[in-house]
């Protein structure tokens, strides 16, 4: 997020303080300054269409037609959150398609998934699924569902149900495995596990604390009485799933505490 400005030589980082006391100051960059590309979070979507309501901003006097792409990542993106974002800024000219969630990690560099040319003309996919699957540790598809700025009936969630926004296809040279935390080996199709990923962004370890690095950085996949391969894996800690190529994250294994977004 740092390079990407120097590297186009164009561009504005902007203070997390600055995002929650005047979350707008963003949306008057991109208007005024016409950036095509930017990064943000579930927090800042929320936030935005919640200050944005409350304060009784007009839409329309931004034009945000010029967003080209907008990275929705740093943590869990609800398809709720990203349908009332739309919803609002509608009136900016903000097209449906140009909303796609990503994920990542430090430890791989920031970018594991997110968005690929393949998603030039459509949103990212959202998923409905059932709670009990998941609970089960399987996951099963009731419907794909497309939604559309102004219609939240397409995202609330049924009884026994869960929606769920894809974090994208894996990154290049990325790969993405689902593992069974406690035997170590790939889980089966339509089962969930913890995302694993390779790639060659993945640092060597955390400084100065080596066994943590090896438990997290040296992972390996089993497979039958031995090793998948002798190529070490990165734990994430999240778990999820992939269908259709599209990574699906469902909840952490390790505990974080988010505070102010």
């Not at 839409?59 to 739309?86: R, T």
């Not at 609002?88 to 040319?117: D, I, N, Q, Y």
């Not at 100065?208 to 950085?217: I, L, N, Q, V």
């Amino acid at each position: 997020g740092v390079i990407y400005p120097l590297y186009h030589k164009k561009g504005a980082l902007m203070s997390p303080l600055d995002m929650i006391t005047n979350p707008f100051a963003l949306i008057e960059v991109i208007h005024r300054h016409r950036y095509e590309s930017v990064c943000l979070n579930n927090f800042l979507l929320e936030h935005l269409a919640n200050r944005g309501i409350k304060n009784g901003v007009d839409p329309a006097q931004y034009d945000l037609s010029c967003w080209k792409v907008m990275h929705c990542g740093g943590d869990y993106v609800y398809p709720k959150s990203v349908l009332k974002f739309q919803n609002f800024f509608k009136a900016s000219k903000l097209p449906l398609h140009r909303l796609s969630s990503s994920w990542g990690m430090a430890e791989a560099t920031c970018g594991v998934a997110g968005t690929s040319a393949r998603w030039n003309l459509h949103p990212a996919p959202v998923l409905r699924l059932c709670k009990k699957s998941l609970r089960e540790g399987k996951y099963k598809v009731i419907e794909k569902v497309d939604y559309e700025p102004g219609n939240m009936e397409h995202l609330k969630e049924g009884e026994g149900e869960l929606m769920l926004i894809s974090a994208g296809y894996p990154v290049y040279l990325t790969d993405i495995a689902i593992v069974n935390p406690e035997t170590m080996e790939r889980c089966e199709p339509g089962f969930q596990g913890e995302i694993w990923v390779r790639s060659p962004g993945v640092a060597r370890g955390y400084f100065g604390h080596p066994e943590k690095s090896r438990e997290t950085f040296m992972a390996q996949i089993r497979r039958g009485d031995g090793l998948e391969s002798e190529k070490p894996w990165l734990r994430s800690g999240d778990m999820g799933f992939i269908h259709e190529g599209l990574l699906y994250m469902t909840s952490r294994i390790k505990d974080i505490l988010i505070i102010q977004g």
